[in-house]
């Protein structure tokens, strides 16, 4: 089946620190690709997302490129700064007409420090 | 700007009642799905609908229905509450495959 795995959290960086947050998956096919970011008390919202092989999807200084080859979507940003602390899911969509359910995986927590 | 509004942000309610949990959305999305949230979990699929009417299990959907009348609303229905469905309640539509889904606020159900 579909699935997403995430490094485990939480993450805690200093202001300006390099950020990476690992992202695996499996899926049959090319799936969609997704981060969405979570801020305390708030429902999901979009980041940046990949449609296919080598896309890279970019946003707020967060990036990740869509390697199909070691089946990966790393999420990163080059400093980070306070109001980055969230709850952090990577996510696919099967190309399938099998419904357009996301998979999602548990999400990594990171927190900011000045 | 496009929104998912889900009718209660807070919600505490007793073990056995029939809990009701409303979600609409204005993007004329097909596709509706109902998540819950749990700690060291992650979002897990409980129901989703693909068109009005219609609906499919998602992966923990034990203890669950759903019912969608109309395309731009689709309800989450507790039949008697018990106290593991205690989560944070997510609901999201979406159009087509590779477009993003669109999620609430999100509704913190407490069964006490």
């Known amino acids: 089946g579909n699935s997403v795995t995430q490094m485990e959290g939480p993450v805690t960086l200093s202001e300006e620190a390099f950020l990476t947050i690992n992202c695996t998956y499996t899926?049959?096919?090319?799936?969609?690709l997704f981060w969405y970011v979570q801020y305390p008390g708030e429902g999901l919202q979009l980041l940046l997302k990949?449609?296919?092989?080598?896309d890279k999807g970019s946003n707020k200084g967060f990036e990740a490129t869509y390697r199909k080859e070691t089946t990966s979507f790393h999420l990163e940003k080059g400093s980070v700064q306070v109001s980055d602390s969230a709850v952090y899911f990577c996510?696919?969509?099967?190309?399938?007409?099998?419904?357009?359910?996301?998979?999602f995986g548990k999400g990594t927590s990171l927190l900011v420090t000045p | 700007d496009v929104k998912v509004t889900q009718s209660s942000r807070y919600l505490v309610k007793r073990t056995g009642e029939k809990v009701f949990l409303e979600c609409v959305q204005d993007m004329d999305h097909e596709n509706m799905f109902w998540y819950r949230q749990d700690p060291g979990l992650g979002l897990r699929l409980i129901y989703f609908?693909?068109?009005?009417?219609?609906?499919e299990k998602g992966d923990i959907p034990e203890g669950y229905s759903v019912s969608r009348e109309k395309k731009e609303r689709f309800s989450l229905i507790l039949e008697s509450a018990s106290t593991n469905q205690t989560s944070m309640y997510l609901c999201?539509?979406?159009?087509?495959?590779?477009?993003?889904?669109?999620f609430g606020q999100g509704t913190r159900l407490t069964v006490v």
């Open positions: 996510a696919l969509s099967p190309n399938s007409n099998s419904g357009y359910a996301l998979n």
């Open positions: 999201a539509s979406r159009g087509f495959m590779n477009t993003e889904a669109f």
């Open positions: 899926a049959t096919g090319y799936p969609s």
């Open positions: 609908s693909y068109d009005v009417k219609m609906k």
């Open positions: 990949a449609t296919k092989a080598d």
